[in-house]
């Protein structure tokens, strides 16, 4: 039946993952490691930019309840930044009258 041994096969994999994530780092920097390279970078950090805030302002809403004035203070600083990025990533299928 071969020398099919599954440890062996799990090891091999192991080590070709490693190589390829040195290759990506060696090649592209270890911040494409992180965000992704090319157009998916843009998309990764607008996301976790948009996603950040938001999280950031629940907790600073919870946490800050009492004192309205701040909160509401807080999220008009936020709220542009907020937008910005949802409008990036989900404004890209509308380019300059196309409707695709």
Known sequence: MGNFDPAL???KMVLDNQIKN????????W??????SGANAAFNIAGA???GLLMVGVI???YNSANLE???????IISPFVGGAFG???????????DN
């Open 9 to 11: 096969q799990h090891k």
């Open 22 to 29: 040195k290759e990506i780092t060696s090649k592209y920097g």
């Open 31 to 36: 911040l494409s490691f992180c965000w992704g």
């Open 49 to 51: 930019t948009a996603v």
């Open 60 to 62: 600073f809403s919870f």
């Open 70 to 76: 701040l909160v509401k203070t807080f999220w008009q």
């Open 88 to 98: 990036y990533l989900f404004g890209h299928r509308f380019k300059s009258g196309s």
